[in-house]
């Protein structure tokens, strides 16, 4: 009969839902288990093969671990605020609150109908007040700490969604979501000072079970780098020009000075003659991003100040200039060029004419020798005073030394990371707490005063300002301090804020006075596997660290870091292109689950390849996934209810076994045993190869006794569980058992002596060719196999009636037979 899976799913969907048989006991922390995949952005009304490439095999690792007696917890919410809605607002009028929670609805369905094991009692959103009040809570504990700032600032401008984009939302000088080039724009935005954590974002690294690639992703955003700060004096002024390098060795080689165009000096020390010219190249590059700024590939340009800086270490003049290279947001946004020793320099100085001094020497190399391009490796310093003669590290340390001895400049340490910029100017988040009044400044909005709440009734047409400042309702408030008439911050948060905590929040995400259930965090985070795309390596990854460490400094959390082991699954492609529905290439899954049941997709999409590789997407094998399953199914269905009068030994002795019983029992064991470690190191696709080679093996079943073949199908049910959970479920229950697999979870022991074979398949020749693959007892003398071989139709056909002139045995591998005619 054929597999009914539409009745079978539907039946075992509601029993676990009635049973609650995946309801998480948070009192029982033995054996606890945290597992989550990177929650759903409700962007769309349907699951696309990509949700379900995430979900589906994550939550079948989940099963198996609740299989062997794990207390595991999965959840699983909405990350639910975000442009998508908007965008999809403003182009068809339906308000993004509603297309959400539609889309939330009918993807909970479809999550459902997928069978995964989410404890929904423990589902959440982010777009609902009784959420987003936290991450308003989240940001006044760090505004009180200092953390969360106000700037005027230059920004990533997307002219098309009208709202600025953090640096890591820009790709190719283009929005992430749109790929409308981006624009720079000064604003006043708000910020959360990552920059503090650098050191322990970047030392928590080493303690965490990440993939390698992502850990050194984070290291080189993060972007270490130490050396000094130097103090070059303007000339004939007080002021100072400070720059950090890491190659102090190159100092005497300076010729000029670079200051960000955006640099608060620039103003101070252009001399006038330079003034109109300096004012026109900034204006020319405003509408650069930093990516094209810094770009490798694009001309240098820049322009004198007509100021000039000292030199510390030598007294010497050198022209002050600014180009569109240095960047105010890195750094202290000058640069100390040394174009003998700095491609970049080397590029600008030979385009200007600027001198260009050799104090480096390569080693085998002359110090007369031309230089075509920068020497920028470590060799001996030279034309450097007194430092002349060292090598480079040595010079290094001693320059720092002189610097710090005369009050020129100090040992420091630099980061590449910027702080965490989170204002948006979209109307679809969460609002920021502040009060802007005009005689008390910044307000924070009172926390017995919180949620500030998102109105409803908002024109959130792009305008070039946020949406919320357009509604009066909203944005006139009462001054807290002093009652003067005052208007709140009109922006909203990014929201990774709300990604940044969110695993903390399924704990109990009905607790009304706090963020979290402090006493559960505390007891089952950090999350034991967190599965999730590689691309949030340096945006979710690294934010939800950083707010981690922020909880655990305020006395919320008493762990270092949100997420222990981390996986990333690869992406399914199509036609070599990523799915997307500009390009026509996505693939509905709802088309394969309406033909062949939630459990063959399932088990596809494992099965397609390794996990974390991802791979084109091709029906052509559903078939025989789908073969599988009925084949599996009809085996079940003709042993049912075969254990209400059989009983299984945990084991047996393998000596008192026939053959086929000793072929099943071996086989059985070996397959669990196998299933187990590929399913523990996330190798789907090679566990359920064991189990197709397992239910090959089944035909010889009818020649086994009943206690053989109640013992097998246990365990084949056991390791269907996971991978097909439906169907796992239902053959659990052909073999009489009253409830679920997950209700009495057996860990079968694997009897080890059956691992050892005792026979071993001989590779038969005649004359070098291969006639025939025997089976004989394994570590066999030849003696004992020739009685063997010779009794086999298939060699003799090859050796009657010839004369054997030699025998060549090679003990469980090969008997070679060479013949002649007589």
């Not at 671990?65 to 794990?70: E, F, M, N, P």
């Not at 600027?354 to 490796?377: C, H, M, W, Y």
């Not at 991802?614 to 269905?637: A, C, H, M, P």
């Not at 694997?750 to 005649?766: R, S």
Request: aromatic content about 12%; some cysteine; hydrophobic content about 35%.
């Amino acid at each position: 009969m054929r597999y009914p899976f539409d009745i079978i799913e539907n039946k075992w969907q509601k029993f676990w839902e009635e049973n609650k048989v995946f309801k998480t006991d948070f009192n029982n922390i033995d054996k606890k288990l945290y597992t989550l995949v990177m929650f759903i952005y409700p962007s769309g009304a349907k699951l696309h093969i990509g949700h379900w490439y995430n979900y589906g095999p994550t939550d079948s690792w989940a099963r198996f671990k609740k299989l062997q007696g794990y207390n595991v917890f999965e959840p699983m919410g909405y990350d639910a605020f975000g442009l998508p809605a908007e965008n999809y607002a403003i182009k068809t009028g339906i308000h993004p609150f509603d297309s959400t929670m539609q889309n939330i609805n009918d993807i909970r369905q479809q999550l459902k109908r997928m069978g995964c094991m989410y404890d929904w009692d423990a589902e959440l959103m982010t777009c609902v007040p009784e959420y987003y009040k936290w991450n308003q809570w989240i940001f006044l504990q760090m505004y009180k700490k200092g953390l969360a700032y106000r700037k005027n600032a230059p920004v990533n401008w997307c002219p098309k969604d009208q709202t600025v984009l953090a640096n890591e939302q820009v790709h190719d000088g283009a929005c992430e979501r749109c790929g409308t080039p981006v624009i720079q724009k000064n604003l006043y935005q708000w910020f959360f000072k990552i920059t503090d954590y650098a050191e322990e974002l970047l030392q928590g690294l080493d303690k965490i079970n990440w993939p390698e690639k992502t850990k050194t992703m984070q290291r080189n955003w993060i972007g270490k780098s130490e050396g000094a700060e130097v103090i070059f004096k303007v000339d004939g002024s007080a002021d100072e020009i400070r720059v950090f390098t890491t190659r102090p060795d190159t100092l005497f080689g300076v010729t000029y000075v670079v200051l960000a165009p955006e640099h608060p000096l620039v103003d101070k020390i252009t001399n006038d003659k330079f003034r109109k010219v300096v004012e026109d190249y900034r204006d020319s590059i405003k509408s650069l991003t930093e990516i094209e700024r810094t770009s490798t590939v694009k001309e240098k340009t820049g322009v004198p100040t007509g100021a000039f800086a000292i030199n510390p270490v030598n007294g010497e003049k050198v022209p002050v200039w600014i180009a569109d290279y240095a960047l105010i947001t890195y750094g202290t946004g000058a640069v100390m060029a040394v174009p003998a020793h700095d491609e970049r320099d080397f590029e600008f100085a030979t385009k200007f004419n600027l001198p260009i001094r050799k104090v480096i020497l390569q080693d085998g190399t002359n110090e007369n020798d031309e230089l075509k391009s920068a020497f920028t490796e470590v060799g001996t310093m030279i034309n450097s005073g007194k430092f002349n003669g060292l090598r480079s590290d040595e010079g290094i340390q001693k320059v720092i030394e002189y610097l710090e001895q005369n009050g020129f400049g100090k040992r420091k340490i630099n980061y590449r990371l910027r702080d965490w910029l989170i204002s948006r100017q979209r109307y679809w988040g969460t609002p920021i707490p502040i009060i802007h009044c005009p005689k008390c400044g910044e307000v924070p909005v009172d926390e017995k005063d919180l949620p500030v709440e998102l109105p409803y009734d908002v024109d959130f047409q792009p305008g070039g300002e946020s949406p919320l400042a357009r509604n009066e309702k909203f944005i006139n408030v009462k001054c807290p301090r002093c009652d003067t008439d005052a208007k709140r911050d009109p922006d909203t948060m990014d929201t990774f804020v709300d990604s940044s905590w969110y695993y903390l929040r399924y704990l109990n995400p009905r607790v009304s006075d706090a963020p979290f259930d402090v006493q559960l965090a505390n007891k089952w985070t950090p999350v034991d596997m967190y599965v999730g795309g590689a691309e949030h390596a340096t945006m979710h990854l690294l934010y939800a660290r950083f707010v981690h460490k922020f909880l655990r400094d305020i006395g919320l959390v008493n762990s270092d870091e949100p997420f222990q082991t981390l996986v990333h699954q690869g992406t399914i492609t199509n036609q070599g292109a990523k799915m997307s529905k500009s390009k026509g290439n996505v693939v509905n899954p709802d088309d394969f689950t309406s033909k062949y049941g939630s459990d063959v997709f399932r088990m596809y999409l494992m099965f397609m390849g390794p996990y974390d590789q991802g791979g084109d997407w091709s029906d052509k094998g559903i078939s025989g996934v789908d073969r599988f399953v009925q084949r599996t199914y009809e085996l079940f269905n003709q042993h049912k209810d075969l254990n209400k009068s059989t009983a299984a030994k945990e084991k047996y002795d393998i000596a008192i076994l026939n053959d086929s019983e000793k072929k099943i029992y071996r086989k059985v064991n070996q397959t669990l045993k196998k299933f187990n470690e590929e399913i523990e190191n996330i190798r789907f696709n090679t566990a359920i190869a064991s189990l197709m080679e397992l239910l090959n093996e089944m035909k010889n079943l009818e020649s086994c006794n009943d206690e053989i073949k109640v013992y097998s199908l246990e365990r084949f049910a056991f390791m269907l569980a996971p991978v097909a959970p439906h169907l796992g479920e239902e053959c659990w229950q052909l073999l009489g058992k009253e409830n679920s697999i997950y209700q009495e979870p057996v860990l079968f022991d694997i009897d080890k002596d059956a691992l050892i074979e005792d026979t071993v398949n001989l590779a038969v020749q005649v004359n070098g060719k291969l006639r025939a693959t025997i089976e004989v007892p394994l570590n066999s003398e030849q003696e004992a196999v020739k009685p063997i071989i010779l009794a086999d139709e298939r060699v003799m056909k090859f050796v009657n009636g010839k004369q054997i002139v030699k025998e060549i045995f090679v003990k469980n591998k090969i008997y070679n037979i060479v013949v002649k005619e007589n």
